[in-house]
């Protein structure tokens, strides 16, 4: 999970509850060798745990997510998730290492208490909740959940705490570019302005 995940959770959010459970965060790594089992198979669970726990500095995983390109970034520093968690104004996230031997809270800023699970890695937990102004906006219909193709492009960010695009009858208005997207027998056009004049030119204005 990375910040631009959980700041699109926030948007998302009316007045729900983000949880997340068991997301791993940054630890030193060595990188020394590339671990001969694969982590989790059945030959790997025969060493000792402490075995498997020294690796973990050392060395680089060797497992099947890894083999099939689904892997669990590791490399979110607790910094970075600090500033991702930081758009909640309500938040109660704990960290632990060493199978939860090791647990602490994880407030605004980083404290001493933290270090042990710093140097040691683990996983991040937590239930976050949106309480803010923008509350006040509660979107209608899933339209009121859509940004702009080319906004999100070129990096613009949307009102905040209303819908990015306005609605009329035969058409979506994006309130920060002006771009409008035409809505054709109940389907939005809801295409990046380059790809929609090469598909569709028939319906360019």
């Given at each position: 999970?990375?910040?631009?995940?959980?700041?699109e959770?926030?948007?998302?959010?009316?007045?729900?509850?983000?949880?997340?459970?068991?997301?791993?965060?940054?630890?030193?790594?060595?990188?020394?060798?590339?671990?001969?089992?694969?982590?989790?198979?059945?030959?790997?669970?025969?060493?000792?745990?402490?075995?498997?726990?020294?690796?973990?500095?050392?060395?680089?995983?060797?497992?099947?997510?890894?083999?099939?390109?689904?892997?669990?970034?590791?490399?979110?520093?607790?910094?970075?998730?600090?500033?991702?968690?930081?758009?909640?104004?309500?938040?109660?996230?704990?960290?632990?290492?060493?199978?939860?031997?090791?647990?602490?809270?994880?407030?605004?800023?980083?404290?001493?208490?933290?270090?042990?699970?710093?140097?040691?890695?683990?996983?991040?937990?937590?239930?976050?909740?949106?309480?803010?102004?923008?509350?006040?906006?509660k979107?209608?219909?899933?339209?009121?959940?859509?940004?702009?193709?080319?906004?999100?492009?070129?990096?613009?960010?949307?009102?905040?705490?209303?819908?990015?695009?306005?609605?009329?009858?035969?058409?979506?208005?994006?309130?920060?570019?002006?771009?409008?997207?035409?809505?054709?027998?109940?389907?939005?056009?809801?295409?990046?302005?380059?790809?929609?004049?090469g598909?569709?030119?028939?319906?360019?204005?």
């Open positions: 999970m990375k910040g631009s995940h959980v700041q959770i926030y948007r998302v959010l009316s007045r729900g509850i983000f949880f997340f459970n068991e997301e791993p965060f940054k630890r030193p790594r060595l990188n020394l060798y590339r671990q001969r089992l694969r982590t989790g198979s059945t030959s790997g669970l025969r060493n000792s745990k402490v075995v498997r726990f020294i690796e973990k500095f050392l060395s680089e995983d060797h497992g099947d997510e890894k083999a099939h390109g689904i892997i669990e970034n590791d490399d979110i520093s607790l910094r970075e998730w600090n500033r991702a968690l930081d758009v909640f104004a309500q938040r109660e996230v704990r960290i632990s290492s060493v199978e939860d031997r090791i647990s602490t809270e994880l407030g605004r800023w980083i404290t001493m208490k933290n270090l042990p699970n710093m140097l040691l890695g683990g996983a991040v937990k937590g239930v976050c909740k949106k309480t803010t102004a923008s509350d006040t906006f979107p209608s219909q899933l339209t009121d959940l859509l940004l702009c193709p080319d906004c999100i492009a070129e990096m613009r960010q949307p009102p905040v705490g209303s819908p990015s695009l306005t609605k009329t009858a035969d058409r979506l208005t994006c309130k920060v570019c002006n771009r409008s997207y035409p809505v054709i027998e109940g389907i939005v056009m809801l295409l990046p302005t380059p790809l929609f004049r598909l569709y030119p028939e319906f360019i204005d």
